[in-house]
């Protein structure tokens, strides 16, 4: 990808802003030396700064030197640091990836005319895979290059902010929904007298080859998919029998539907 010459400053430098931050930089979207990162977690800051060769920066170092500043603290760290970094701000974007915190709250602090766009990435990034959802206040005059920074940790796409809670209970979190569903499937399969280093073989494996047809039968129904692997009379059919009589699709729904409303709560703790 073409370099473009503007700055970027990372406050919050854990899973999500160490993520986006390997991602620009193997993609060179922008050189090292136009990253600047900040971190109260001076060890992580310290580490990642050499291992990525970007520079530290104190807030009042990296605002007023950073076109675009992402925020990835956990949003329960929101407040304070926003309302610290609003004297700071002249037309710098602001770009939260935080869960629940709408545009209208951030601009209530940073100011009613700040650029703002509300980002939902999910740890895909790691792999540059990430799916990210994007929202986009009225004020922001540059939207390809917020559409470039996130390219470069997997697919974009825009969304209309009032669906971004659902968004981050469908995406945000689903990566770690898996996860759960593999470590399931890890303790059946030890239970079944699997060695673990093959349980652990077979699933990994078995989660790839599926996500890959997801993303190559675009057009086929889950439930087309599900009809294909489920023979009738067969051993897939005897299992998710077990599921639809225990009301897993159910469950789905509900615990779907808590990270919503939890993502909808983290916003109310804020102003
Ligand atoms: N993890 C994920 O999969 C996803 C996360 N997100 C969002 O990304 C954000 C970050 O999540 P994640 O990376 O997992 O969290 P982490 O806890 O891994 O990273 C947040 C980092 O910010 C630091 N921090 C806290 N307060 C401040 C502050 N005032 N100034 C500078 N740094 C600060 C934390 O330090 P300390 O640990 O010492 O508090 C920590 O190092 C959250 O808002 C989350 O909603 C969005 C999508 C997916
Ligand atoms: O669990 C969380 O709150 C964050 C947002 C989505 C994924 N991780």
Avoid: W
């Amino acid at each position: 990808m073409k370099n473009i010459n503007f700055s970027i400053g990372i406050i919050g430098c854990g899973n999500m802003g160490s993520a986006i931050l390997r991602g620009l930089l193997s993609k060179g979207v922008v050189h090292a030396e136009s990253i600047l990162l900040n971190d109260i977690d001076k060890r992580k800051l310290e580490d990642l700064s050499l291992t990525s060769g970007c520079s530290k920066a104190d807030l009042d170092n990296l605002v007023p030197n950073s076109d675009y500043i992402i925020i990835a603290v956990k949003p329960q760290d929101s407040e304070k640091l926003l309302k610290t970094i609003a004297s700071m701000t002249v037309n710098h974007t602001i770009i939260s990836v935080m869960a629940g915190i709408t545009i209208e709250k951030i601009s209530k602090i940073m100011g009613v005319h700040t650029p703002i766009v509300r980002v939902m990435p999910n740890m895909g990034a790691l792999v540059k895979h990430s799916m990210t959802a994007i929202a986009f206040n009225q004020y922001v005059s540059n939207r390809d290059i917020v559409f470039k920074i996130f390219s470069s940790i997997g697919s974009v796409l825009e969304v209309e902010e009032k669906d971004m809670d659902a968004v981050t209970a469908v995406s945000g979190s689903g990566p770690a929904y898996l996860f759960y569903m593999a470590s399931a499937c890890f303790e059946s399969a030890k239970k079944m007298g699997l060695k673990e280093s093959v349980a652990r073989e077979l699933i990994v494996e078995t989660l790839y080859g599926a996500s890959t047809i997801l993303r190559h039968e675009k057009i086929k129904s889950f439930n087309d998919l599900i009809a294909g692997v489920a023979s009738k009379g067969g051993t897939t059919e005897a299992a998710l029998n077990v599921f639809n009589k225990k009301g897993l699709n159910d469950i789905f729904i509900d615990a779907l539907s808590q990270a919503k409303k939890r993502s909808e709560e983290l916003n109310q703790k804020i102003v």
